[in-house]
């Protein structure tokens, strides 16, 4: 079966500069795929491209065999392409809910006036999206705080937020960059195990990630980035006992 998500011979030069040189990969339905390195590896501009935020400089980004290169960032997102940040971007006065609930917004069928008119169809569509919202919450041990305003909460809980509008956008394909930085074991492996579940509901999972430990007990196959080019690839296993992996990555 061939990979949901496709990087063929990828790259970005700023001013002449690569930032990304030449990255293949493949992002396979139903698995975890990771993507480490050193921090100013290129890691992120990789998703800006696969997000349709940065054009290519050169390559192909598929997309269930479609060359979906030169397509903007909203139709990627209608296309199931769905991604969190490093940085949280949140709605921090709307409550929790309603935060994730914008997730849904892509999937919303009744028309505007349907909705300001109050017609069944509007109301019948809304309980189906919050009842599914109510869904993530509780996958992501969050149902308590479903009316707490988002800003309110803490680092760790803001993350969950954040993910939890990704997935509501009913990905084919999530790009997590740094989904547990600033977490502790616990808080990461409770993670662990939801985005196990994802995979397992048959979404391709890319993850950029720094804990090594996490990645290491999620990632079926890891690429290694280093200064834009890919300098190793393959099981988790193998790819960290690397040497060229420990020198420029790991640590000696």
Same mark, same amino acid.
């Given at each position: 079966m061939s990979a949901t998500l496709v990087l063929e011979n990828v790259a970005r030069h700023f001013g002449g500069v690569p930032a990304v040189d030449g990255v293949s990969l493949e992002v396979p339905a139903g698995q975890i795929t990771g993507l480490i390195g050193p921090?100013?590896?290129?890691?992120?501009?990789?998703?800006?491209?696969?997000?349709?935020?940065?054009?290519?400089?050169?390559? *192909?980004?598929l997309l269930d065999g479609q060359d979906v290169s030169k397509v903007e960032a909203p139709e990627l997102a209608r296309a199931g392409v769905a991604r969190t940040f490093q940085n949280i971007r949140l709605v921090p006065d709307a409550s929790v809910l309603d935060n994730v609930l914008v997730g849904f917004h892509r999937h919303e069928m009744t028309s505007l006036w349907a909705n300001l008119l109050g017609l069944p169809s509007a109301r019948a569509e809304a309980r189906q999206m919050r009842d599914e919202a109510m869904r993530l919450l509780a996958r992501f041990e969050m149902t308590e705080f479903a009316?707490?305003?988002?800003?309110?909460?803490?680092?760790?809980?803001?993350?969950?937020?954040?993910?939890? *509008?990704?997935?509501?956008?009913?990905p084919k394909v999530l790009l997590l960059?740094?989904?547990?930085?600033?977490m502790n074991d616990a808080e990461a492996e409770s993670l662990a195990h939801i985005f196990r579940k994802v995979a397992d509901d048959g979404v391709a999972v890319l993850l950029i990630e720094h804990n090594m430990r996490f990645v290491m007990s999620l990632c079926s196959r890891l690429y290694v980035l280093a200064s834009g080019r890919l300098i190793a690839q393959g099981e988790p296993e193998a790819v960290g006992r690397d040497p060229v992996v420990v020198e420029a990555y790991l640590g000696a």
């Open positions: 921090n100013g590896a290129g890691k992120t501009t990789v998703v800006n491209l696969i997000t349709g935020i940065l054009h290519l400089t050169q390559g *192909r980004v009316d707490h305003r988002a800003g309110g909460l803490s680092y760790g809980h803001q993350r969950r937020i954040e993910m939890m *509008r990704a997935l509501a956008t009913r960059d740094e989904p547990v930085a600033g």
